[in-house]
C-alpha cells in the first residue's frame, strides 16, 4: 500500500467523523503519531457514534491532537471558525442509507446537497483570505462520494467521466453535493477533490446494511430479508482500503478531480450472504425472500486505473475481511445491540414487517 510519509495537511477538519468510514478514518491517521491533529464535526444522527472514536480518545499522545465537536454541517455559524482552523476539510457527514432515503428523501437533501454548499461557502470564505495574505493557502476540500452517482451498470465499468444517473433519494442527492462540490472548482478555483467508492464493509458498520444485518440477525437466529432475487450485484470494499484511499487522495489527488475507489471484489448478494452465514455456522434456511426495493440498481462496477496511477493499491482480500468482519461483530456485540433497541425497533417494523409477513423460502 502506497502512503505519504509526511502529510501536507497538518490540521484537517472530518465531518462526519462519528459514522462507520470517517471514524475509521480519524482512528487509522491519529495512530500514524506523524502530529496530524484532527477536529471531528458530527451532528451524531442516529448513525453517528461518539464509541466508534473511543480508541482515539481513550490514547493521551493521540486525544491531545484531537477535538470533537457536536454539530451540523448545515449550520454556516458552527462550520465557518472551525473551516477558518483547517488546512483541509474531509466531508464524510451524509445521510447514508437507499432504504431510509425511499421512506424520507428531506433530510438527504439537507445534508447531503446543503451541507456540501455550507462547507464549500465556508472554504470559499478562507480562500478569500489567502488571496488577502491573511492566510498561506485556501482549505483543500475532499468530498466523499459514491459509486451509486453512475446508477445501475448492467455491464462493464464506470469511468470518472461518464455520465450520472441516479435512481434514489440518495444517490441523487450524493451527487448533488458532488456536482455543486466540482462547480465550486470551476466557477471559484477553490481546491477541491472527490472520491467515488464502492460498497464499503467492515468493523464499526451501522446494522442497517446488507452485511452488518445479515450478520447481527443471524447471531440471534432471526431472519434475514434479502430482497428480490438476490442476484443484485456489489464491489465490496473493505473500510480501511477505502478511508486509506481517501487519505491518498487527499495528498496526492489533483484539484478539480474525480477519482473512483473500487474493489475488484463484485459478488451477488447471495454469495456474500452465504459466505457470511458459512462463518458463523449459521443455516442458509434463516434468508427469506421479501419483496424488493422500489428502484433497486442491479450492480455497480467501477474502473480503478486513474487511483491506481495515482500510486494507491487496495490491501484486503474479501474472504480475509468478510471473516474479519463476522468476528468482529460476535467479539463485539456490547457494540451493536444498543443500535439495535429504542429507535432501531420502529425503523425495523416500518422497513421489514410487512416484507417478513409476506416473505418466502429463498431457495
Ligand atoms: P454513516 O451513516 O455511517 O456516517 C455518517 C456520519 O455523518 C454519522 O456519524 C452522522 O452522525 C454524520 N452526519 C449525518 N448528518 C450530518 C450533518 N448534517 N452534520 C454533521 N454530521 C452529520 O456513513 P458512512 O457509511 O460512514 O459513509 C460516509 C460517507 O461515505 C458518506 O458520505 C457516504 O455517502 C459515503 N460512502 C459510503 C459508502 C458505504 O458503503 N458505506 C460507499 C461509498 C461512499
Ligand atoms: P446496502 O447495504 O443497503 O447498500 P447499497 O444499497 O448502498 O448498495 O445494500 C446492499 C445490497 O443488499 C443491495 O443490493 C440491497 C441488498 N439488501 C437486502 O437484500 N436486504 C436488506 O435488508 C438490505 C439492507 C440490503
Redesign the pocket.
Known amino acids: 500500500m502506497t502512503q505519504s510519509i509526511e502529510p501536507h495537511f497538518r490540521r484537517l477538519l472530518v465531518?462526519?467523523?462519528?459514522?462507520?468510514?470517517?471514524?475509521c478514518f480519524v482512528r487509522d491517521r491519529m495512530a500514524r503519531r506523524d502530529g496530524t491533529q484532527i477536529v471531528v464535526?458530527?451532528?451524531?444522527?442516529y448513525?453517528?457514534?461518539r464509541a466508534n472514536l473511543a480508541a482515539v480518545e481513550a490514547d493521551p499522545e493521540q486525544a491531545a491532537r484531537f477535538r470533537f465537536v457536536v454539530?451540523?454541517?448545515?449550520d454556516s455559524h458552527i462550520v465557518a471558525p472551525l473551516v477558518a482552523e483547517a488546512d483541509a476539510v474531509v466531508?464524510?457527514?451524509?445521510?447514508?442509507?437507499v432504504d431510509r432515503s425511499i421512506l424520507e428523501p428531506v433530510d438527504f437533501l439537507?445534508?447531503?446537497v446543503l451541507?456540501v454548499h455550507v462547507l464549500l461557502e465556508a472554504c470559499r470564505e478562507q480562500q478569500a483570505r489567502a488571496l488577502a495574505g491573511d492566510r498561506a493557502s485556501a482549505p483543500r476540500l475532499l468530498q466523499?462520494?459514491?459509486?451509486?452517482v453512475y446508477g445501475s451498470v448492467e455491464t462493464g465499468e464506470s469511468r470518472e467521466g461518464d455520465r450520472l444517473e441516479p435512481r434514489s433519494p440518495y444517490s441523487s442527492a450524493?451527487a448533488g453535493g458532488e456536482l455543486l462540490a466540482r462547480s465550486y472548482f470551476v466557477t471559484y478555483g477553490l481546491d477541491v477533490v472527490i472520491t467515488?467508492?464502492?460498497?464499503?464493509?467492515g468493523p464499526f458498520?451501522?446494522p442497517e446494511?446488507l452485511i452488518p444485518l445479515f450478520i447481527t440477525n443471524a447471531i440471534d437466529d432471526q431472519q434475514l430479508p434479502l430482497y428480490g432475487d438476490g442476484l443484485q450485484r456489489r464491489d465490496w470494499?473493505y473500510v480501511a482500503d477505502?478511508a486509506g484511499a481517501i487519505g491518498h487522495v487527499l495528498e496526492h489527488g489533483r484539484s478539480g478531480e474525480i477519482y473512483n475507489v473500487p474493489a475488484a471484489n463484485e459478488r451477488t448478494n447471495r454469495d456474500v450472504v452465504a459466505a457470511l452465514l458459512e462463518r458463523l455456522g449459521k443455516p442458509w434456511s434463516l434468508v427469506r425472500t421479501v419483496a424488493d426495493r422500489p428502484g433497486h440498481d442491479r450492480r455497480y462496477a467501477m474502473d480503478g486505473t486513474k487511483l491506481a496511477a495515482l500510486g494507491w493499491k487496495n490491501a484486503m482480500p474479501f474472504e480475509e475481511g468478510l471473516a474479519a468482519t463476522v468476528d468482529w461483530f460476535r467479539d463485539n456485540e456490547a457494540w451493536w445491540r444498543p443500535i439495535k433497541s429504542g429507535q432501531w425497533e420502529e425503523y425495523y417494523r416500518r422497513q421489514y414487517s410487512a416484507r417478513l409477513a409476506n416473505s418466502r423460502d429463498a431457495g
Do not use: C, M, P, Q
Open positions: 465531518t462526519g467523523g462519528a459514522g462507520f468510514i470517517g471514524s464535526l458530527d451532528k451524531l444522527t448513525a453517528g457514534n454539530g451540523d454541517i448545515a466531508n464524510f457527514a451524509a445521510e447514508s442509507h439537507r445534508t447531503d451541507g466523499v462520494s459514491t459509486d451509486e450524493k467515488r467508492g464502492s460498497n464499503t464493509y458498520h451501522h446494511k470494499l477505502h
